[in-house]
């Protein structure tokens, strides 16, 4: 029986820290381009994941040890619109409040703020092993999210996603001599099996929708109709005076 007890044990582990190795080389190349103030990472506090990043200032949040700032991602002690970038390494499934989380993340962020978010695939061989083990022990005690599910509940929150990807394709009960080799066929199934890949990383970001003018389509004969009176009067004078000059003109050259 395993005597593994969370899921910060379990990457520790063989699988865990070949996991950890690709999703680490994911995130540096999606950071570097990422730029601000402020960034948060959500969890794995043993691993400094935004070690890539050029924001200046970025703590490690979360329970655990390594943590520099101790907190319940449910109620995210940040000020609104204040955040540039968080990372969510497999933080939503092991949440009971998955949801919550993400709509704290996007509270916290700023306009076009951006989030990182890893999770395991269930529709992949570690999905396939969750399943036959019963879920239990780490990490498959916890809630796998699909990867289309996941963009559902960021659509909602509108999220824009910009960016994913799929590695660890070696069974996750692989032998160290196949996970030591994992290297040499990785690139080649994220081309060809992209989506059977056993992690995903999700890169999106946060969009304020923006207010458009729309202009009415007038119809002219109600727009008459709802000219003030005195509008419509001057209208009609008007109208009489130019009548009257252009028959003076013509009366005034048949006398010449």
Same mark, same amino acid.
């Given at each position: ?12 582990? /063989? ?6 190795? !690709? ?17 948060? /990472? ?5 691993? /400094? ?28 002690? *940040? ?14 499934? *092991? ?11 996007? !509270? ?11 999770? *395991? ?8 092993? /969750?399943?036959? $083990? ?50 040499? *066929? ?5 081309? $060809? $099996? ?17 207010? !458009?003018?729309?202009?009415?389509? $007038?119809?002219?004969?109600?727009? !008459? ?32």
């Amino acid at each position: 029986m395993s005597t593994i007890t969370t899921i910060s044990e379990w990457f520790a582990t /063989q699988n865990g820290q070949c996991v950890i190795k !690709r999703e680490q080389a994911i995130v540096d190349n999606m950071v570097a381009d990422i730029f601000g103030f402020n960034a948060v /990472q959500l969890g794995l506090s043993d691993y /400094q994941l935004l070690r890539g990043s050029r924001i200046p200032y970025h703590i490690k949040a979360g329970k655990g040890t390594g943590i520099q700032l101790c907190l319940e991602a449910e109620e995210l002690p *940040f000020e609104t619109g204040s955040i540039d970038l968080i990372l969510l390494p497999h933080t939503l499934e *092991f949440s009971s409040h998955p949801h919550q989380i993400l709509r704290e993340v996007e !509270r916290v962020l700023r306009p076009e703020g951006s989030v990182i978010i890893s999770g *395991f695939n269930p529709l992949s061989l570690w999905g396939l092993r /969750q399943v036959l $083990w019963q879920k239990k022990g780490y990490p498959w005690c916890g809630h796998f999210i699909s990867l289309l599910r996941l963009k559902d509940w960021m659509a909602l929150l509108s999220f824009e996603v910009e960016a994913g990807r799929f590695c660890c394709y070696v069974p996750p009960f692989a032998g160290s001599t196949l996970l030591n080799r994992s290297n040499n *066929f990785e690139p080649k199934n994220d081309r $060809w $099996w992209s989506v059977i890949g056993g992690v995903y990383v999700l890169q999106a970001k946060k969009r304020i929708p923006g207010m !458009r003018l729309v202009k009415p389509n $007038w119809n002219g004969r109600l727009v !008459r109709k709802l000219l003030p009176v005195s509008a419509k009067l001057n209208k009609e004078s008007n109208a009489k005076i130019s009548i009257s000059s252009s028959q003076f003109s013509g009366y005034k050259n048949k006398n010449e």
